[in-house]
């Protein structure tokens, strides 16, 4: 079964660092991007960027672009979101999630669990 | 590109019709996907290219549309479809994005 698994939720407070991460199992993790998506409270869906675990090639979205950070390990099939300084406003639930086929401009078809950052003083 | 989706809500009943409006600000072609997303989970990928349907999704839902105006229809709303939907364009990026979202909850 192809599975992404998304690590617990978190507590930070502003200014801290953070790294979250999204174990894939059941595929050949080099093989295909992972995407990481945002979800504010009570908001909608957005698209935050791709990452490719082959190269570690990276595309992000203008509105998160030098705020985060994509990365993988391919010898744990894990991919990663990190922030060097969090703010309160990046308090959310983040997606990651795969493309159904190996291009980066496919729909995601599996999808994390998700993981909630909270950043509160 | 933006999305806009119509309505931003809407209330029915068991069995009705039911047709969500996607709309593109410029022309994504074909490159529209639907996502249905229930309270604290994550979403699901119903439709890709506008009008291909996932394996495993119920044959209510259907999706039609090209350049700038799509929709989704459930042509019989059954209790499981109340959630919210979202379209998401990935003809242009970064980024590919996300519509709005349309609620649908119960009349």
């Known amino acids: 079964e192809v599975q992404l698994v998304q690590s617990e939720s978190e507590v930070r407070k502003p200014g801290e660092s953070l790294t979250i991460s999204c174990k894939s199992s059941?595929?050949?993790?080099?093989?295909?991007?992972i995407g990481w998506v945002r979800q504010m409270p009570g908001e909608g869906l957005e698209w935050m960027g791709l990452?490719?675990?082959?190269?570690?090639?990276?595309t992000y979205s203008p509105s998160f672009r030098g705020l985060v950070t994509f990365s993988t390990d391919k010898s744990t099939n894990t991919a990663f979101l990190h922030w060097n300084s969090l703010r309160a406003s990046d308090s959310a639930i983040y997606y990651c999630?795969?493309?159904?086929?190996?291009?980066?401009?496919?729909?995601?078809?599996?999808w994390g669990r998700g993981t909630l950052v909270t950043v509160s003083s | 590109i933006q999305l806009t989706q119509s309505p931003s809500s809407l209330s029915a009943s068991l069995g009705d019709r039911v047709t969500i409006t996607c709309r593109a600000s410029?022309?994504?072609?074909?490159?529209l996907a639907w996502y249905q997303q229930k309270p604290g989970k994550a979403p699901k990928l119903l439709i890709s290219g506008a009008s291909r349907l996932e394996s495993g999704v119920p044959s209510r839902f259907s999706g039609s549309g090209s350049g700038t105006d799509f929709t989704l229809t459930i042509s019989s709303l059954q209790p499981e479809d109340f959630a919210t939907y979202y379209c998401?364009?990935?003809?242009?990026?970064?980024?590919?994005?996300f519509g709005p979202g349309t609620k649908v909850d119960i009349k």
């Open positions: 059941g595929y050949t993790f080099a093989n295909y991007w």
């Open positions: 998401q364009q990935l003809n242009t990026y970064p980024p590919f994005t």
């Open positions: 410029q022309d994504i072609r074909i490159y």
């Open positions: 999630a795969r493309p159904y086929s190996s291009g980066w401009s496919d729909p995601f078809d599996i």
């Open positions: 990452v490719h675990p082959s190269d570690s090639e990276t």
